[in-house]
């Protein structure tokens, strides 16, 4: 759903800016409380950015990979629902940022003047609409893991046809060519349902994997262990609670290793063998003529633009390298700025 230059007039864009800057100041700000200390599974707050830059990394590889949702037409993550659970909503609202901004200036993916738009319907809607959704689940739902990943299901479901219903209000407010926004809506509204099973599906597997193995790592998992029972004298008590136990680091480090080795492959190798087809927001916008007036993207001379490396001829490679090369500086920049947030809540904590 990268909305590309020329789609949205100059006055929404420049509101959407507006918007998104102030949703990502608000995140920075939530983002230290939810990165601060050693809230990550103990691992003492200075290994909590890499954590967070590794799922910004990892959307960007997913969102390579768009899969057949209906004839002629692909899907492909959006990614805040899974930024949401795994590292808190607004530190998934910054890891879709991070995402967008690497894919436009980079990869000439989703328009500059966009990018609030973008940030707006892409981050913030997804974060709020799929966290809210996510939280209401589990608090009715019985505690557990099943539950966490079924909630962590049916808010990424949700979250995608949002999205897209957001994107079709500011199409009727400031869209640049006269169509009936009906017909949009219906449209961007019934192939983005479609995507959301596979963002769900996505979401959910990726969550799940994650509770597997270290459940302290999730987010939206906090506060759910279930308190051991024992009988006494026919009925049942709470058990006393343990002595807390470390988790050591080398595990944690573990996970991030895979993670990043499971992002390079996916975006180096396994992209290759995406759809091709145009993802939901194209092949709407060609049925209902929407684009009639999209202008090139600013970046679009960029040695890396369409997730290629115009250096290299063959496909295969080019897109390869290209991926890894994402993958790269999407952690790299990812892990900068949730390092750069997180030591500034340590400077800001009170002295004891």
């Given at each position: 759903?990268?909305v590309?230059?020329?789609?949205?007039d100059?006055?929404?864009?420049?509101?959407?800016?507006?918007?998104?800057?102030?949703?990502?100041?608000?995140?920075?700000?939530?983002?230290?409380?939810?990165?601060?200390?050693?809230?990550?599974?103990?691992?003492?707050?200075?290994r909590?950015?890499?954590?967070?830059?590794?799922?910004?990394?990892?959307?960007?590889?997913?969102?390579?990979?768009?899969?057949?949702?209906?004839?002629?037409?692909?899907?492909?993550l959006?990614?805040?629902?899974?930024?949401?659970?795994?590292?808190?909503?607004?530190?998934?609202?910054?890891?879709?940022?991070v995402?967008?901004?690497?894919?436009?200036?980079?990869?000439?993916?989703?328009?500059?003047?966009a990018?609030?738009?973008?940030i707006?319907?892409?981050?913030?809607?997804?974060?709020?609409?799929?966290?809210?959704?996510?939280?209401?689940?589990v608090?009715?739902?019985?505690?557990?893991?099943?539950?966490?990943?079924a909630?962590?299901?049916v808010?990424?479901?949700?979250?995608?046809?949002?999205?897209?219903?957001?994107?079709?209000?500011l199409?009727?407010?400031?869209?640049?060519?006269?169509?009936?926004?009906?017909k949009v809506?219906?449209?961007?509204?019934?192939?983005?349902?479609l995507?959301?099973?596979?963002?769900?599906?996505?979401?959910a597997?990726?969550?799940?994997?994650?509770?597997a193995?270290?459940?302290?790592?999730?987010?939206?998992?906090?506060?759910?262990?279930?308190?051991?029972?024992?009988?006494?004298?026919?009925?049942?008590?709470?058990?006393?609670a343990?002595?807390?136990?470390?988790?050591?680091a080398?595990?944690?480090?573990k996970?991030?290793?895979?993670?990043?080795?499971?992002?390079?492959?996916?975006?180096?190798?396994?992209?290759?063998?995406?759809?091709?087809?145009?993802?939901?927001?194209?092949?709407?916008?060609?049925?209902?003529?929407?684009?009639?007036?999209?202008?090139?993207?600013?970046?679009?001379?960029?040695?890396l633009?369409?997730?290629?490396?115009?250096?290299?001829?063959d496909?295969?490679?080019?897109g390869?390298?290209?991926?890894?090369?994402?993958?790269?500086?999407?952690?790299?920049?990812?892990?900068?700025v949730?390092?750069?947030?997180?030591?500034?809540?340590?400077?800001?904590?009170?002295?004891?």
């Amino acid at each position: 759903m990268h909305v590309p230059d020329g789609f949205i007039d100059a006055p929404v864009s420049v509101a959407a800016g507006v918007v998104a800057a102030g949703a990502v100041a608000v995140s920075l700000r939530g983002a230290r409380n939810e990165l601060g200390g050693a809230r990550l599974g103990d691992l003492g707050g200075e290994r909590t950015a890499p954590l967070a830059g590794l799922v910004a990394a990892f959307v960007f590889a997913v969102q390579m990979l768009n899969f057949p949702v209906a004839a002629g037409t692909s899907g492909h993550l959006l990614g805040g629902a899974l930024a949401a659970i795994l590292v808190g909503p607004y530190t998934g609202v910054l890891c879709v940022s991070v995402v967008l901004l690497m894919q436009g200036i980079l990869f000439a993916d989703g328009g500059l003047t966009a990018l609030g738009v973008n940030i707006t319907t892409m981050g913030v809607v997804t974060v709020v609409v799929s966290y809210a959704v996510f939280k209401l689940l589990v608090k009715v739902l019985p505690k557990g893991r099943r539950s966490v990943t079924a909630a962590a299901f049916v808010g990424a479901l949700v979250s995608v046809p949002a999205s897209a219903a957001f994107f079709t209000l500011l199409y009727a407010i400031g869209g640049t060519t006269d169509v009936p926004i009906g017909k949009v809506l219906t449209a961007m509204v019934g192939v983005h349902v479609l995507i959301g099973i596979g963002e769900a599906a996505i979401t959910a597997a990726t969550v799940g994997a994650v509770l597997a193995v270290r459940p302290d790592l999730v987010h939206g998992a906090r506060g759910l262990t279930t308190r051991l029972k024992l009988r006494v004298g026919g009925e049942l008590v709470d058990a006393p609670a343990a002595a807390p136990v470390a988790v050591a680091a080398r595990p944690a480090r573990k996970v991030w290793a895979a993670g990043l080795v499971t992002s390079l492959v996916l975006a180096g190798f396994v992209s290759y063998y995406a759809s091709a087809s145009p993802d939901g927001l194209e092949k709407v916008a060609a049925d209902q003529g929407i684009d009639r007036k999209v202008e090139e993207h600013a970046a679009a001379d960029s040695p890396l633009a369409d997730y290629g490396v115009k250096a290299v001829s063959d496909a295969r490679l080019s897109g390869g390298l290209a991926g890894v090369i994402g993958v790269g500086a999407t952690v790299a920049f990812g892990t900068g700025v949730f390092w750069v947030v997180r030591r500034r809540r340590t400077a800001e904590a009170p002295a004891v």
